[in-house]
């Protein structure tokens, strides 16, 4: 079965065209910048990618480029588009509504509206890569996979904001998480590679990118997350804050005479990295700024580590103790100085880092010490295969369901 994963961005849109059954990467590219006279469209595998500026006034016309390049040219990727049989959608907020990966109908549709409140960026351009497959892949099955389905097993003491309860009641404030995809994947994979039954295992997932996020995976069970109402909560990131002292959003507004808006986007696009460094969002530059000496970008750097650090610490005590920690996507899986400064110090807690083993670039790969009583993992995130695959899944077993 052929899946076509989109993960579309306010001004993106990403794509993977998947054999499930034979676990094939067949087709993947990226339309950036959509909407804009710099627009451009990244197409190929490996080798064989090409860049080519084209326009695209919206996430419609970036959905026709899209599908003209699967079946264009002599490294086209399936002969009709009609072999395509069925499309995956990333959604990061599903709110309360949906604790599973479903089939997209008109209802499934309003309620991820409904819920761009929570993820305006995020879900408004979900709905316009879903609308953009409807009209160009009419009667195909798609099926929304959500960032956020993993964690609806955090229980009430961990989603849970102590502030009214009435503001729960009208307005839905809560803990939802994101990159719930991602940590579902490498947990998965995580017992694999220790060769452990998922529900046997205490582990602290960590997705360190641009974006960032911890959770707590309790035989299994997703017990806490770091990322909150929004994806602004928790760790610091490449551009966002995490977290702060509330109060420090009015006293800022206040003093910098700023709108809601304004202050929402200091939080979410000026800080981090970028607002403490004064260098990049990217961790790449920082580091190589306080290699030569730049105070603020040394001052980032430690900033980044501790505030990791301090959630490993967290997730130990929510969960009694751990057996490995998983460290995943840019920063997580190629910055050895970022783990190094990590697993600094925690060896008391049972976690040692093998410097040597730190060192060595690969892929699935213990990273500890032969006698550390917690092991250190790297697995690469592959986010558009579970789509993927729960896409699949579902689809197949509607099949099955309405066969005479």
């Known amino acids: 079965m052929k899946i076509l994963v989109i993960n579309a961005g306010s001004s993106s849109l990403k794509y993977q065209l998947i054999n499930v059954e034979t676990h094939t990467l067949m087709a993947k590219g990226i339309c950036e910048r959509v909407g804009s006279a710099e627009a451009f469209h990244k197409h190929g595998l490996d080798d064989n990618e090409v860049v080519i500026d084209a326009k695209m006034a919206d996430h419609d016309d970036a959905m026709a480029l899209v599908l003209e390049s699967l079946v264009s040219g002599q490294d086209a990727a399936i002969a009709s588009l009609s072999e395509i049989d069925a499309v995956g959608h990333r959604i990061v ?8 990966s479903v089939l997209i109908d008109d209802d499934v549709i309003a309620k991820i509206d409904e819920l761009a409140e929570l993820a305006p960026l995020h879900n408004g351009a979900a709905l316009m890569g879903i609308h953009a497959c409807m009209k160009h892949m009419p009667g195909i099955p798609m099926v929304a996979v959500f960032d956020t389905s993993f964690f609806q097993t955090i229980p009430p003491k961990a989603y849970m904001y102590p502030l009214p309860y009435e503001l729960y009641e009208k307005h839905a404030i809560r803990k939802y998480g994101a990159h719930g995809t991602s940590h579902r ?10 060769d452990e ?13 641009n974006g960032c996020s911890a959770s707590a995976i309790d035989h299994g069970v997703a017990v806490d997350t770091s990322m909150g109402l929004t994806p602004l909560d928790g760790l610091m990131m490449g551009t966002r804050c995490g977290a702060i002292d509330p109060a420090i959003v009015p006293f800022v507004m206040e003093h910098e005479n ?13 800080s981090g990295l970028l607002g403490i460094s004064g260098v990049s969002n990217d961790l790449r530059s920082v580091r190589t700024a306080s290699e030569e000496g730049n105070e603020r970008a040394m001052l980032a750097y430690d900033m980044f580590s501790n505030s990791v650090k301090k959630y490993i610490g967290q997730y130990i005590a929510v969960m009694g103790g751990v057996d490995a920690i998983v460290l995943t996507a840019g920063v997580g899986e190629n910055c050895d100085k970022m783990r190094r400064m990590i697993f600094s110090g925690l060896q008391p807690l049972g976690i040692v880092l093998d410097e040597e083993k730190n060192r060595h670039r690969g892929f699935e790969r213990i990273i500890s010490t032969d006698d550390s009583a917690v092991q250190i993992i790297i697995i690469p995130t592959n986010e558009e295969y579970m789509i993927a695959r729960d896409t699949y899944e579902i689809v197949h077993d509607q099949m099955v369901g309405i066969q005479p």
Not at 201 to 209: A, D, S
């Open 258 to 270: 700023l709108t809601a808006e304004e202050m929402n986007n200091l939080m979410n696009k000026q």
């Open 93 to 100: 907020q599903g709110g309360k509504y949906f604790d599973r």
């Open 197 to 209: 039954p998922l529900e046997d295992l205490k582990l602290i997932t960590l997705h360190l990118g």
């Open 185 to 194: 994947y490498i947990s998965e994979r995580a017992a694999v590679v220790l």
